[in-house]
């Protein structure tokens, strides 16, 4: 049964009418055009499909859209402000922290929800946090390397210090 569902997505107000039971995955990608999730697996275990919500990150391919009622939806799509990469997706670049990239949006996602958390996190800590998004082209250690790029310069900032 159609409804009304109004939520922000990447900073800006969205309005629906459409199933809320329908997985926000597919209404992100189907109905409004956004890509970066990507289905992987389908039962939210892979993580290629992570997007934030209210800044935490869910597996969409699992989540109704009517957990986005109401909520700020970030997508990679919408994680750069005005023009500039976040701190994440610059590390990323500099790092090579992608090889075909199907897993890299929900790496980057997921690894600025955490850094937001935990700014000065051990490398230890940054494995444990993105155990459950998967590479399967063998990126870790790349991935690893740009995460505590992106620590040290989201930690900078918040001191007021350059990157």
């Known amino acids: ?9 990447n900073g800006r107000p969205a309005s629906l009418d459409t199933d809320d039971s329908r997985k926000l995955l597919w209404v992100l990608r189907t109905d409004l055009g956004l890509t970066g999730a990507k289905y992987g697996c389908g ?38 402000r005005d023009g500039t990469l976040h701190p994440v997706q610059e590390a990323f670049l500099e790092h090579g922290g992608f090889q075909c990239g199907y897993c890299t949006p929900g790496m980057i996602l ?6 937001h958390e935990n700014p000065a996190p051990t490398r ?6 993105l155990e459950h998004n998967l590479c399967r082209c063998g990126a870790h250690t790349r ?12 930690t900078a900032q918040a001191k007021g210090g350059k990157s």
């Open 1 to 9: 049964m159609k409804s009304s569902i109004q939520f922000r997505l």
């Open 43 to 80: 039962a939210g275990a892979c993580g290629a499909c992570t997007v934030l919500i209210d800044g935490k990150p869910v597996r969409s391919c699992v989540t109704p859209l009517s957990a986005a009622r109401d909520r700020e939806v970030t997508t990679i799509e919408g994680l750069a």
């Open 110 to 115: 997921t690894a600025a929800a955490f850094l």
């Open 143 to 154: 991935i690893l390397d740009a995460v505590e790029t992106a620590s040290k310069t989201t």
């Open 124 to 129: 230890e800590a940054i494995a444990a946090r």
